[in-house]
């Protein structure tokens, strides 16, 4: 399956909306998509897995790595996520406890408040 990302501003936020497979065929684009929004100066970043249907851990090293990246920076990271498959993996490899984690694009920005 291919991997679709598409990228929007809410807020200081920039949202990074992923969708279809994250492997380890395609995560080297989600890697080079996301260090392309760092490099270019975003801080404050969302990940929107919502339309994520397969996530291993060649896309989890991923986020990690920009988890890091973005902190070193003194940014902010965080992902949308409330498929329960995916919630799982997350919670198998106490991620969930890592990155912050929440059901829409809204709670993770704050729009709306």
Sequence with gaps: MELSLATR????????????EVD???????RERLLELIDA????VVVDLG???FLDSTGLGVLVGALKRLR?????FALVCDKEPLLKIFRITALDQVFP????VEAATGAGK
């Design 51 to 53: 339309r994520v249907d």
């Design 24 to 30: 380890v065929y395609t995560a080297p684009r989600l």
């Design 41 to 44: 100066g975003a801080r404050h």
């Design 101 to 104: 984690l929440y059901p829409t």
């Design 9 to 20: 501003t809410v807020g200081e936020h920039t949202v990074l909306e992923v969708g279809g």
């Design 72 to 76: 070193t920076a003194d940014g902010t």
